[in-house]
């Protein structure tokens, strides 16, 4: 199963999108949206973590504290 090449976010309790991926990759680079953050490529839901969409998981930038 291929992923969505564009999702829906669920921010600050509102359905937001949906945004392709370059525009997500900014958003989690910017720190607006978080692994955590709610995805779906519905507006209806089902609702799940971006971390858990594959790729998705990766285009948040590493916290260079946690970096030894």
């Known amino acids: 199963m291929s992923q969505p090449t564009a999702l829906f976010l669920r921010l600050n309790q509102e359905v937001r999108g949906p945004f392709g ?3 997500l990759a900014e958003l989690a680079h910017s720190g607006i949206i978080t692994p ?3 995805a779906s490529a519905d507006a209806a839901g089902p609702w799940i973590p971006l971390q858990a969409l594959g790729d998705y998981g990766r ?3 590493l916290d ?3 970096v030894v």
């Open 21 to 23: 991926p370059e525009l």
């Open 64 to 66: 260079r504290k946690s």
């Open 59 to 61: 285009m948040f930038p």
């Open 36 to 38: 955590a953050t709610e």
